[in-house]
């Protein structure tokens, strides 16, 4: 499989906003993109639950991808839990905001 440019991953990302999916879709998704298991990481949950501060007003999912010889993407992925579940129980969440920094 051809490895996503930077401006593919770009235009992606950004096409997420105002999207409403579970982690597992968005996991899903990603890993569509990338060809290759990707999984979110919920760090303003895991902030909450041992209590340190997040100056966040957004959750914010984030992840890893590197390409040998290409880039390495480190991708956050801001969002807000909505009221709305999938038919096993899982919150879909509102994409506010997307970043990624290319190193």
Not at 17 to 36: D, H, I, M, P, Q
Not at 47 to 71: C, H, K, Q, T
Not at 88 to 95: A, H, S, T
Request: charged share 35%; aromatic share 12%; hydrophobic share 30%.
């Amino acid at each position: 499989m051809k490895t996503p440019t930077q401006q593919e991953v770009r235009n992606y990302l950004e096409g997420l906003v105002w999207s409403r999916f579970t982690e597992t879709e968005l996991n899903e998704k990603l890993s569509e993109l990338f060809g290759e298991p990707i999984e979110v990481y919920n760090v303003s949950k895991e902030r909450e639950e041992s209590g340190d501060p997040d100056e966040l007003a957004d959750w914010n999912l984030m992840f890893n991808v590197i390409r040998e010889d290409e880039y390495e993407l480190f991708g956050d992925i801001y969002m807000l839990p909505t009221r709305e579940l999938d038919e096993e129980g899982n919150v879909k969440m509102y994409i506010t905001e997307v970043g990624y920094d290319f190193c």
